[in-house]
C-alpha cells in the first residue's frame, strides 16, 4: 500500500520517498530552508524535534545542513525522565547526532530536569520552555500505537495534555515501554509550530494511519489530533 491511497484531511500533504536515505535527505532539506526562511525573517529561527530510534539519519544530515546555527534555538518534543548520559536520553541523542561541528553553535533547550519525582521534573521543564521563542519548525515522529511526542494512549494526564488550549507546556506522561516516565510538550505547544512535520517509515505506521483515519478519539490514538492541523508527512516504505 502506498500513502497516497489514505483518505488525508484537507490539511495534510504527503511526501513519499522512496527509502529512509532520501526521506532524511529530503526532510533534512526542507527543515532547513524553513530555518533559513526564519532567520532572514526575524533573526532566528527554533526547531523542535522528537526522539526514538528513527530521526537519526535525518539529524546527521540536518546537522550537514549550511544554516547559522548560532541564530537557531532548538529544543524536543518529549523526553525519557533519564539524564543525559543514559543511553535513552533524547537530548544524549541530539548531542551525538545533531548539536556538533557547526550545529554546536545552536541553543539547546532541554526537558530533562533532575527533579524528586517526574511530576516536579515536568514542572521545572515547563518552567525551563519559558524561554522557547516560538517554533518555526516541529518534527514529529508516531508510534504503532498512535502516540506522538510523549502523548501515550491511556497516560493519566492524557486528557490535559491533548487539549487544544492549555497553560502547561510540559506535562509528565507514561509510556507503555522502558523507560516509562517520560516528559511531554503538550499538544497546545506543538500546535502553535508554524510549520509541523511528521516523519514515518515502513507499512506498519502506513497501517497505524490507516486506523487513525478510521476513527476520531485522540485519546484513544493521539496522532488523530495532529491530523485535523496542517501537517506535512515524509514517509518510506
Ligand atoms: O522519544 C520518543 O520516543 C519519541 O519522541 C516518540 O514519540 C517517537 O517519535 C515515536 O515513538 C516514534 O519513534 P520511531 O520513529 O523511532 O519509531
Redesign the pocket.
Known amino acids: 500500500m502506498a500513502i497516497s491511497e489514505l483518505q488525508l484531511p484537507g490539511g495534510v500533504t504527503t511526501h513519499s520517498l522512496a527509502d529512509s536515505k532520501a526521506l532524511a535527505a529530503t526532510l533534512a532539506g526542507d527543515v532547513a530552508e524553513r530555518l533559513r526562511q526564519a532567520i532572514a525573517a526575524k533573526g532566528q529561527a527554533c526547531l523542535v524535534v522528537?526522539?526514538?530510534?528513527?530521526?537519526v539519519a535525518f539529524l546527521e544530515q540536518l546537522a550537514a545542513e549550511p544554516l547559522d546555527w548560532s541564530k537557531v534555538t532548538v529544543s524536543l518534543?518529549?523526553?525519557?525522565w533519564v539524564p543525559v548520559e543514559h543511553a535513552d536520553s533524547?537530548a544524549g541523542l541530539l548531542a551525538r547526532h545533531l548539536l556538533k561541528g557547526p550545529a554546536a553553535k545552536a541553543r539547546f533547550v532541554g526537558l530533562y530536569q533532575p527533579a524528586g519525582n517526574l511530576d516536579a521534573a515536568a514542572e521545572q521543564a515547563d518552567q525551563a520552555l519559558a524561554e522557547l521563542p516560538p517554533i518555526d519548525v516541529l518534527v514529529?515522529?508516531?508510534?504503532d500505537d498512535g502516540?506522538?511526542?510523549?502523548l501515550f494512549p491511556a497516560s493519566p494526564l492524557l486528557r490535559q495534555g491533548l487539549a487544544k488550549v492549555g497553560e502547561r507546556r510540559v506535562l509528565p506522561m507514561l509510556a507503555p515501554s522502558v523507560p516509562h516516565q517520560r516528559l511531554s510538550l503538550t499538544r497546545a505547544v506543538l500546535a502553535s509550530a508554524a510549520f509541523t512535520a511528521l516523519?514515518v517509515?515502513g507499512e506498519g505506521k502506513l497501517a497505524t494511519l490507516r486506523a487513525a483515519l478510521a476513527g476520531d478519539d485522540p485519546s484513544e490514538m493521539p496522532i488523530r489530533a495532529f491530523l485535523q492541523d496542517p501537517l506535512d508527512i515524509y514517509w518510506c516504505p
Not at 522528537?50 to 530521526?55: A, F, L, N, W
Not at 518534543?77 to 525519557?80: K, P, T
Not at 514529529?140 to 508510534?143: D, I, K, T, V
Open positions: 522528537s526522539g526514538g530510534r528513527s530521526p518534543a518529549d523526553e525519557r533524547n514529529l515522529g508516531m508510534g502516540h506522538t511526542a510523549s516523519s517509515q
